[in-house]
């Protein structure tokens, strides 16, 4: 059964106004859908409005081809399968547009290229040559590779990060004085000049107190020495800059003293230069660090070793 040129050319017409009807909603999506990926839109919702345009060319598709096709396909003509075939193109690359962001830069194959060779050296050059791909790739994609090597450099932890690490979040920490946050390296010295504290040892110390309840102790033979000590770390701003107050430094006359003080407050770490110290609180102390120039073995596997404070927390 034919239809007649006067069914046909209605027939025609509808196909034609169904395609310009579905082409005008997939020009409205797909800028709606560029807009929303550069930022551009002026709707409050643009992926909403994208997704009502959406449903609308689906129900007006829908409608159009159930009565077009209420009849069987070999009574259409030419022209109005020609229709059909346009309208579904259209729907297809505009569908592959909106999955498809603009911008997105396409990778190249990598391209092999053999030389061939005119000697035996040159020819086993050229096959060495020829297992690296010689890619080719635009300005565009070496600017967008830049920029993602930027972003995934490493960063570099800082002090505090370090400092927190090395203590495995240790909650109080006590310190010995001498050769640690003194110069000076042992009482006697205290007692025949100024105490002078290290300016390299200054911003660890700061970090510590930020994170740690720190106690300072050292033994002395008089209390001008111990007068020189407060005013040397005064001096220094410890006081000020940091969480640390006079009460919280210690003195003692032996060495036993100070022992005693670090079992009595029990820290969860100990920083002395004296190995005896360390061996003998190695029981009690959950970690200990042991100061020495000369950095000797581990006396005990919660005992670690460092040539100073600001080497072993990284700042040196």
């Not at 000020?240 to 036993?256: A, H, Y």
């Not at 100061?291 to 000797?296: N, R």
Request: net charge neutral; aromatic share 8%; glycine share 4%.
């Amino acid at each position: 059964m034919y239809f007649s040129p006067k069914y046909s050319a209605l027939l025609f017409w509808n196909f034609q106004t169904a395609f310009e009807e579905a082409k005008n909603l997939i020009v409205r999506i797909s800028v709606l859908h560029v807009r929303r990926i550069m930022g551009e839109s002026s709707s409050s919702s643009p992926t909403e409005e994208i997704a009502r345009l959406i449903k609308r060319l689906s129900a007006y598709v829908t409608v159009k081809m159930s009565s077009l096709f209420s009849t069987s396909i070999p009574n259409l003509d030419s022209r109005s399968i020609g229709a059909i075939a346009g309208l579904a193109i259209a729907v297809i690359f505009t569908w592959r547009a909106i999955r498809t962001p603009p911008g997105e830069p396409r990778r190249r194959q990598p391209k092999r290229r053999m030389q061939s060779a005119e000697t035996s050296s040159a020819a086993a050059q050229s096959n060495l040559g020829s297992n690296l791909p010689d890619v080719s790739l635009p300005h565009e994609d070496n600017g967008v590779q830049d920029v993602v090597d930027q972003f995934f450099q490493p960063v570099k932890p800082t002090l505090g990060q370090m400092v927190r690490q090395k203590l495995s979040e240790g909650r109080k920490v006590t310190c010995r004085l001498l050769g640690v946050i003194l110069e000076e390296s042992s009482p006697e010295e205290l007692q025949v000049k100024q105490a002078t504290v290290r300016s390299s040892v200054l911003e660890v110390l700061l970090e510590i107190t930020k994170s740690s309840d720190l106690y300072l102790m050292e033994r002395v033979l008089d209390d001008e020495s111990e007068a020189r000590v407060l005013e040397a770390l005064e001096t220094a701003g410890v006081f000020t800059s940091g969480g640390l107050v006079k009460d919280k430094v210690l003195f003692c006359s032996t060495e036993i003293g100070r022992t005693s003080f670090v079992r009595q407050l029990e820290p969860d770490w100990h920083i002395d230069t004296n190995p005896e110290i360390t061996t003998q609180l190695a029981r009690f102390i959950k970690y200990q660090l042991h100061v020495s120039e000369s950095k000797p073995e581990r006396s005990a596997p919660n005992v670690f070793t460092s040539q100073s404070i600001e080497q072993f927390f990284g700042c040196a």
